[in-house]
């Protein structure tokens, strides 16, 4: 079955610490692999995307993302978080194809203490 | 260039009421979403459109309709609500495998 697992449901980082969000995942093909932020009362946005090429994908706001085929994993780290950061993250799969569809975790809720 | 909009941003129903969001994309995509989001659910897919004229069901289509009669719009109708659909609902359209999200409907059914 196709499933993507965020174990972490909360986390809480101090200001300019580092920060790894984790994200394992489970499908039968080439997975097209995401991680979308959610600020309080907002829409997602997509923060960096892996597709093929490079297992390191950067993206915006200093985010950066390494697929581990043999882990499953599309973990999500920055290296020196700020207190904008707050937010909740999404990792997502999926194929492409005819559809687009993506398959989401249920997030990881980011708090950032000063 | 508003990328992808709702309408409205805020509803609340009583049971057995119903409505219609309204999704609004301008940048041509041809696959467009609906997802409903529930505390520790993250988002689940209602329905979709692989373009005009077509819509298929998603992982938790029971009690919602939808309807693309026009590229850039996406219809999605709740015909009697209940208090189990009070949920964040939002949209989404893609190209080139990315999704690119509305910012969210907020549905309350009392």
């Known amino acids: 079955a196709q499933s993507v697992t965020q174990p972490d449901i909360h986390i809480t980082v101090s200001e300019g610490a580092s920060l790894e969000l984790r994200c394992n995942y489970s499908y039968g093909a080439t997975p097209y692999l995401f991680w979308y932020v959610q600020s309080p009362g907002q829409g997602l946005q997509l923060l960096l995307k892996y597709f093929s090429g490079d297992t390191l994908v950067q993206g915006i706001k200093g985010f950066e993302a390494e697929f581990k085929r043999s882990q499953s994993s599309f973990n999500l780290r920055k290296p020196s978080v700020h207190w904008s950061d707050a937010a909740e993250y999404f990792c997502a799969v999926g194929g492409g194809g005819a559809t687009n569809k993506l398959i989401f975790g249920t997030g990881t809720l980011l708090a950032v203490q000063p | ?110």
Not at chain 2, 27 to 56: C, F, K
Request: charged residues 15%; glycine residues 10%; aromatic residues 10%.
């Open chain 2, 1 to 110: 260039n508003a990328g992808v909009t709702q309408t409205p941003k805020f509803r609340v129903l009583k049971t057995g009421q119903s409505m219609t969001l309204l999704c609004a994309q301008d940048m041509n995509h041809e696959y467009m979403y609906w997802y409903r989001q529930d505390p520790g659910m993250g988002l689940r897919l209602i329905h979709y459109s692989v373009g005009e004229g077509t819509t298929a069901k998603g992982e938790v289509p029971d009690g919602y309709n939808v309807s693309r009669l026009k590229k850039q719009n996406f219809l999605l109708g709740l015909e009697s609500a209940a208090p189990s659909q009070t949920s964040v609902y939002f949209c989404a359209s893609s190209r080139d495998g990315i999704q690119y999200f509305g910012p969210g409907t907020r549905l309350t059914v009392l």
